[in-house]
T-cell receptor
Framework: DQQVKQNSPSLSVQEGRISILNCDYT??????FLWYKKYPAEGPTFLISISSIKDKNEDGRFTVFLNKSAKHLSLHIVPSQPGDSAVYFC???????????FGKGTKLTVNP | KAGVTQTPRYLIKTRGQQVTLSCSPISGHRSVSWYQQTPGQGLQFLFEYFSETQRNKGNFPGRFSGRQFSNSRSEMNVSTLELGDSALYLC??????????????FGAGTRLSVL
């Protein structure tokens, strides 16, 4: 049973526009959420995180929103750049655990 | 600071063989976790080591094992390889102040192909 779901396998946006990547989770014990970016032939790179006590965290062009009642989070990238093209993974940590639970990823393509 | 280093980058083995993968964490990081990435299952947690002890374990058979050395370097072993073990194996390290959420930093992975 998948506890972290990224229902869109792919997303394509124009350079300069907003990219919105979505993630849903089922486990109410998750209390920390992370986004990782992965390029081919490289390991995942940490992007941004959010604690369950917050509903928004911003870092430059990247903003993560958390809606706990809906068990939903989203990553906004504004403005999108061609270098943002990669696979984005949503991950979650359960309270008291350091075992990352990943979604299956969304492949973002930013077209020039 | 050097990142997480995994060796080798690529491996080809045949069914029934065993394999050992190596991971050197970021200097100062004492926790090492291993993950398996496959197209069908995505990224799945294998196990975590801290202070040479396994602290967490995922839902993998006993053929998958690991260990950690006193310098925090870790190895992962898979015995009696099966075709389904073909995957990208990722190692991640983090610092460990107890009770704190720390970011896990990943290596580039070892691509294992079982023929």
């Amino acid at each position: 049973d998948q506890q972290v779901k990224q229902n869109s396998p792919s997303l394509s946006v124009q350079e300069g526009r907003i990219s919105i990547l979505n993630c849903d989770y089922t486990n109410s014990m998750f209390d920390y959420f992370l986004w990782y970016k992965k390029y081919p032939a490289e390991g995942p790179t940490f992007l941004i995180s959010i604690s369950s006590i917050k509903d928004k965290n911003e870092d430059g062009r990247f903003t993560v929103f958390l809606n706990k009642s809906a068990k939903h989070l989203s990553l906004h990238i504004v403005p999108s750049q061609p270098g943002d093209s990669a696979v984005y993974f949503c991950a979650a940590l359960e309270r008291g655990s350091e075992k990352l639970v990943f979604g299956k990823g969304t492949k973002l393509t930013v077209n020039p | 600071k050097a990142g997480v280093t995994q060796t080798p980058r690529y491996l080809i083995k045949t069914r029934g063989q065993q394999v050992t993968l190596s991971c050197s964490p970021i200097s100062g990081h004492r926790s090492v976790s291993w993950y398996q990435q496959t197209p069908g299952q995505g990224l799945q947690f294998l196990f975590e080591y801290f202070s040479e002890t396994q602290r967490n374990k995922g839902n993998f058979p006993g053929r998958f094992s690991g260990r950690q050395f006193s310098n925090s370097r870790s190895e992962m072993n898979v015995s009696t390889l099966e075709l389904g073990d073909s995957a990208l194996y990722l190692c991640a390290s983090r610092t460990v102040p107890r009770g704190s959420k720390n970011i896990q930093y990943f290596g580039a992975g070892t691509r294992l192909s079982v023929l």
